[in-house]
């Protein structure tokens, strides 16, 4: 089948699953009605205002059941002349029987007048009034066009135009006195365009907004007539990655694997012509005079085009480095073989191959290139993880081609609690081809492997002889198999994957049952328990943030920053570490008799190249300000140990203030690829296509719960798609489109998501989908919330990847938190109901990111009308979504706080010490006697510590000295507390005297508020 022509289809179909949610939550198409017409439809109503005014509610009680709706607009001084048009209906109820009956359409024109003299004006009241009593038959109904002068000033004059019901409340006689269907079209106004103030103005930017909706949406219909409508729809294009005129370079990885130069200079050129075109002057100064831009906005448009120039260059760089250094372009090579193996594409996108070319630097100049970070903006996805996968697999290349033969080349971070499951597959996959590739290449040293470092709620981080309560039990088959990670084998992808623990080699391994398997040996290059991700430092660990915080407790966490201690004689033991009691040569298998044998290279090239960071704007608060101070640390440990740093890569959905943001988590100069393009809609990355990606459209429910609402859309949503499993010939027909795609619309559009912002919400929708979903047949329902367990998000992602060909055992709803917000990809997925508006714009544009992936998504969001943030949002929804990442809240983030350094000493000093000063001592630095033995021997100098972290933190400004002055202060006590210990302590950490060092960067959350006013 055309896959053109299935995406048409599914466009049809997404505009026709919308039409049918309007209208029928607005009642267009019933006549009659066996029940309260108050209690059924949400949208298009309009209250009395006696009964809003009677609630109480003030604004508040408006926005939940309006007794009005119209919109906001500014004119030129002076006074003008319109007409409104008002369209609605009323539901009568016959006295002698309980039915429901809804009248004709009324519609009447009023005149109205706007003048700068007179603040506040009524218009039409008779001519409605009367045109209500006689289709009602009732004097019960009485409407106004009320007009409200707003701001007013010499360039113009705001005002409110609202229809307003004025009826009397309902009464025995007259039961339902709400208006319905309600609508307002106003012409012969000329009106001067609101310019939105929340953003600042830019030449890539159209900030001008004609009209703002007040309870509903508005439309503009050229050349004069502006229209309420009950619900604003957005529609944002599918981009296409191409937009030169030349014809696409080759970027099959296959090519690209015998020869990666032709195509990075077809590549190059096309930049470059590109860029004379569409940054040229002679485009800038057409478009600085048909769009007025500012002196300002022309000299931003240059720097923009001065920024694209710096992009063609470092691409042209990474070409010159490919054709001068063999060696690289031999990783590059290689690891463009093992895209062929990995990938579910067959090619690059553009800007992944000039991302790769532009960054290749990284792999050969390390010194220089550390002191940059580099951040991947993609705003709405579209492959950032395959982009790091390729730099990471041609440095992991690059390091075995030039000796580093074991060790960790990346190390990858994501800010959550969880990282997905699907990402972490897609690591192992492109870690599995390289190493098939590896051995095919013949080249020497370990196996490429993959480790999944996260907290212990997840994975265990060490597994017991003897597990006491809550340890892994590692003789339970039950806990065994629920350790379970990988999803399939990452060398064949069978998905019979078990898991077992080797008691021989003490370690919890993933095998592949399929014999055919490429993979030569039982256990899988993939680690899960932190003490063999020690024993083993895989080539590349992926995990979780919060992480880091382990080095301060955990001596053999050394091996992300420097060498380990040794390796055991005992084959396939790994690395060991610091000697403990139970361990005397260091080695964490329990019990070993081994002994510490030799390291198998320089120890100086442990330390990774990279350091990756993904989501980076979640980073922020308390959060990022102490990570800032990891950060500061993890670098500091690896200049001693390796004399290098690592490189850091990092992805972040916004542009707003990132250089600072970089320059305090990781004190390093931050760069961005890809450049924004000179307008939203055009760049050489991407442009828009015809396509369309995703429509959205905000509906504000009036006069019901929000949970009402929710249920009515969910029952509305899977009523539409069973009628076309029912009937594809008649409903395809009503549609418009070819029955031959009924199947397919059925398997993309039957799944519906319900994105939550807070449990509360989630658990109320789960609890309804059992009792107020009134469709045909079963609804089934699964959870993908940070609360549910592995196992279960495994089977949920395999029911979604695999649907079942029977409609009734597939998934019909999804509730959904933000944990899927990241890193779940699934084509399916194309509906989104939103209940809420999200507390980042961030998180609005990463979570509707999951559907539409590939066909045509549609996203329902249900603001919490009630709630000021999500009113706003709701005003201005089409700027909200095609603008929103301008509109992303600047990144609160220091790393200059005192109560921040107060949670964070403790980890930092101790860390130092059992990485950096454990191994030169004569014993275990692990008890208060050993170290302050090791103190008074001078091994240690307090002061100059304090000053190694003085230096490691940046605090050397004049600004800083209460910051030094709480460094001196905290190791001044420390070493009176190791000297006279406090009763009970046993450990270095019971003598800091700020109390244990952090068990995770996620503690600090709840206890340390860093305020954006604190910042600096
Ligand atoms: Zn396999
Ligand atoms: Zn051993």
Redesign the pocket.
């Known amino acids: 089948m055309n896959e053109n022509d299935l995406n048409r289809a599914a466009e049809t179909f997404v505009g026709w699953l919308q039409h049918e949610i309007i209208a029928s939550a607005r009642g267009d198409d019933e006549i009659q009605l066996a029940v309260e017409p108050a209690g059924k439809f949400w949208l298009g109503r309009l209250a009395p205002e006696s009964s809003v005014v009677a609630r109480g509610l003030g604004d508040r009680g408006e926005r939940l059941d309006p007794c009005a709706c119209g919109l906001r607009i500014r004119t030129n001084p002076g006074p003008q002349a319109g007409q409104c048009e008002v369209r609605l209906v009323l539901w009568l109820q016959s006295n002698t029987q309980s039915r429901w009956t809804k009248t004709p359409k009324i519609c009447t024109t009023v005149p109205i007048e706007l003048n700068p003299d007179c603040p506040v004006a009524t218009f039409g009241r008779q001519a409605l009034t009367a045109a209500l009593s006689l289709a009602s038959g009732a004097a019960h109904f009485a409407a106004e066009i009320r007009v409200e002068r707003g701001l007013s000033d010499e360039s113009g004059t705001e005002w409110e135009i609202t229809l307003v019901n004025d009826s009397q409340d309902r009464d025995r006689v007259v039961r339902d006195t709400n208006f319905y269907e309600c609508e307002l079209r106003i012409t012969g106004l000329a009106t001067k365009p609101f310019l939105l103030e929340s953003l600042p103005q830019s030449f890539r930017y159209d900030r001008r907004v004609v009209a703002y909706g007040i309870n509903c949406g508005v439309d503009f219909i050229p050349p004069n007539e502006l229209r309420t409508i009950d619900v604003p729809v957005v529609s944002r294009a599918r981009p296409t990655y191409w937009s030169a005129s030349t014809p696409l370079p080759d970027f099959r990885f296959q090519t690209l694997a015998e020869d990666p130069l032709s195509s990075s200079r077809a590549l190059l050129e096309a930049m470059r012509a590109w860029g004379l075109e569409a940054w040229g002057a002679t485009a800038l100064d057409a478009r600085a005079s048909s769009q007025n831009w500012t002196k300002a906005m022309r000299a931003e448009a240059d720097v923009g085009a001065m920024e694209f120039e710096r992009e063609c260059r470092r691409v042209e760089k990474g070409i010159r480095l490919l054709e001068a250094n063999e060696t690289l372009r031999q990783s590059f090579k290689l690891m463009n073989r093992s895209m062929t193996l990995a990938s579910r594409h067959e090619r690059w996108r553009p800007f992944q191959f000039g991302f790769l070319l532009a960054n290749l630097s990284a792999v050969v100049e390390q010194t220089e290139e550390a002191s940059i970070a580099d951040i991947v903006w993609f705003a709405t996805g579209g492959g950032k993880t395959e982009t790091y996968l390729g730099m990471i697999l041609s440095a992991a290349f690059h390091d075995r081609l030039v000796g580093k033969s074991s060790g960790v080349t990346a190390w990858s971070r994501f800010p959550l609690r969880m990282l997905s499951l699907q990402q972490t597959q897609r690591f192992a996959d492109a870690l599995a081809a390289g190493e098939r590739v590896r051995v095919e290449a013949g080249l020497v040293g370990d196996p490429f492997s993959l480790g999944f470092f996260v907290g212990s709620g997840a994975t265990p981080n060490k597994i017991s002889e003897d597990p006491g309560n809550g340890d892994f039990d590692y003789e339970s088959d039950e806990e065994v198999q629920r350790a379970r990670v990988l999803l399939h084998c990452p060398f064949c992808r069978s998905e019979d994957v078990r898991t077992a623990f080797d008691r021989r080699l003490w370690k919890l391994t993933h095998h592949c049952t399929n014999v055919a398997c490429w993979w030569p040996k039982h256990a899988l290059p993939f680690y899960i328990v932190d003490d063999e991700i020690y024993r083993f430092l895989p080539t590349v660990i992926v995990g979780t943030l919060d992480k880091a915080a382990a080095i301060s407790m955990q001596a053999s966490m050394r091996g992300l920053v420097g060498a380990p201690w040794g390796s ?3 084959p396939g ?2 690395y ?1 570490y610091a000697p403990r009691a139970k361990r005397p ?1 260091g ?3 329990p019990g ?3 002994t510490r044998a030799e390291l198998p290279m320089d120890p100086r090239r442990y330390g990774p190249t990279f350091r990756l960071q993904d989501e980076l704007h979640l980073l922020k608060d308390s959060l990022g300000a102490v990570d800032a101070h990891y950060e500061a640390l993890y670098d500091d440990l690896q200049r001693e140990l390796c004399g290098s740093m690592p490189k850091i890569l990092a992805s972040s959905a916004t542009l707003e203030g990132y250089e600072r943001q970089v320059a305090t988590l990781y004190g390093r100069r931050a760069r961005v690829f890809p450049q924004p393009g000179p307008s939203v809609a055009e760049g050489f990355w991407t442009t828009d296509s015809t396509d369309q990606m995703r429509q959205y459209f905000a509906t504000a429910p009036r006069g019901v719960t929000l949970e009402y609402a929710v249920d009515r859309l969910l029952t509305e949503l899977q009523t539409r798609i069973r009628s076309l499993i029912a009937d594809p010939a008649g409903v395809c027909a009503r549609i418009g489109i070819d029955p031959k795609f009924a199947l397919d619309l059925i398997s993309l559009y039957g799944t519906n998501v319900v994105y939550g912002n807070t449990i509360r919400d989630l658990e109320a929708v789960t609890r309804s989908i059992g009792t107020q979903i009134a469709v045909e047949g079963v609804v089934n329902h699964a959870n993908l919330t940070g609360r549910t367990d592995f196992d279960e998000v495994r089977q949920t992602l395999h029911r979604l990847e695999h649907p079942n060909p029977d409609f009734a055992s597939r998934l019909h709803i999804v509730t959904a938190s933000s944990m899927m917000s990241h890193g779940v990809d699934i084509d399916r997925l194309n509906i989104m109901v939103m209940l809420g508006l999200p507390l980042t714009t961030a998180e609005f544009i990463q979570a509707t990111a999951r559907v539409g992936r590939t066909w045509p998504g549609l996203v329902i969001v249900v603001p919490k009308i009630g709630r000021e943030r999500d009113a706003a949002m709701y005003r201005c929804f089409r700027e909200f979504v095609t603008q929103g990442d301008r509109l992303i809240e600047p990144i609160p983030i220091t790393r200059r706080s005192r109560r921040v350094l107060e949670r964070t000493i403790a980890g930092l000093a101790l860390a130092r010490i059992l990485i950096l000063h454990e191994p030169s001592a004569p014993h275990a630095l692990t008890t208060v006697s050993r170290l302050r033995d090791y103190l008074r021997s001078g091994g240690i100098v307090g002061t100059s510590e304090a000053a190694a972290l003085e230096r490691l933190l940046g605090f050397t400004e004049d600004r800083d000295a209460a910051l030094r002055a709480d460094i001196y202060d905290w190791f001044d006590q420390f070493q009176r507390n190791l000297s006279d210990p406090p009763a009970g302590a046993r450990f270095p950490s019971d003598a800091s005297p700020s109390g244990d060092p952090m068990r995770s960067l996620r503690d600090v959350e709840e206890q340390v508020p860093v305020f954006p006013r604190y910042t600096t």
Do not use: D, P, R, T
Request: hydrophobic fraction near 30%; glycine fraction near 16%.
């Open positions: 055991c004689s005992v033991h790994g060991v040569h080695c964490l298998v070993c008799n081994g």
